[in-house]
């Protein structure tokens, strides 16, 4: 991860640990959501997962799930933190960057169907990381695209919920409008952006200037002074949602 990546996923972060605790803020409902009793229970915002600088598709969705057996970084888990209480960034810029990767342990691999958090009960039917996985299959014509580095993963609000419901339509306008196009500046590799979701696409499409953006059908944008490719597609829990609905680029 470059200097830059860092200053960047660390703004995400740093906002999220000073404002989602406060009560005043519109974000603290996400603070709630994940029933922290302190600032060392906060599972802190997800700026991205996977190499964002390489890899060349990016999944935008909406909000990240909250899982609370999962090892993910916290200030309450001293895994994450140095002898001083303070985060070792070190660690956490490599989560974020290497989740992915099976020989870290924090995620698993059961089956083709299912790619969950270490330590999630698994549940019957896909997941959402394994239908971003199909989908990345298709566009990339194989069976074995490398999560984390043949595609990233994105989200409007970074800070993890257990429900959407609870968030503030202005919590999404904050967020989008602050931390959106600091992190598209640093995918300098990218040559497809997906959309997952109708909420997310009514926001990226009107930030790309596409007007009725139409699901599973490409748009051509420009960005980072070249063309790519831009889809908006069904989310993972919609029905009928499958990646064999979504043409090639």
Not at 58 to 83: C, H, I, M, R, S
Not at 182 to 211: C, E, H, M, W
Not at 216 to 236: C, R
């Amino acid at each position: 991860m470059t200097s830059n990546a860092k200053n960047i996923a660390w703004e995400i972060i740093n906002c999220g640990l000073q404002n989602a605790p406060n009560p005043n803020s519109v974000c603290n409902a996400l603070y709630k959501s994940q029933q922290c009793t302190s600032i060392a229970d906060f599972q802190i915002p997800e700026p991205w997962n996977g190499d964002i600088e390489n890899a060349p598709i990016l999944f935008v969705g909406l909000n990240p799930g909250f899982l609370d057996v999962e090892l993910y970084p916290k200030l309450g888990n001293q895994y994450w933190t140095l002898a001083n209480g303070k985060f070792d960034t070190a660690k956490v810029e490599d989560f974020f960057e290497h989740r992915f990767n099976s020989s870290y342990q924090y995620v698993q691999y059961p089956n083709r169907t299912k790619i969950v958090p270490a330590g999630y009960k698994l549940l019957r039917g896909r997941t959402f990381w394994a239908y971003v996985k199909s989908i990345a299959d298709k566009i990339l014509n194989t069976s074995n695209s490398n999560p984390g580095v043949d595609f990233a993963i994105t989200e409007i609000v970074h800070c993890k919920s257990q429900n959407i419901s609870c968030i503030h339509s202005t919590c999404y306008d904050i967020c989008f409008n602050k931390h959106f196009d600091n992190i598209l500046s640093i995918a300098q590799n990218l040559q497809y952006i997906v959309v997952l979701g109708r909420p997310t696409r009514d926001r990226i499409s009107k930030d790309f200037g596409i007007s009725s953006a139409s699901k599973n059908q490409w748009y051509d944008v420009n960005l980072n002074n070249k063309t790519i490719k831009i889809i908006f597609v069904d989310h993972n829990a919609a029905r009928g949602a499958s990646a064999k609905n979504i043409p090639q680029p």
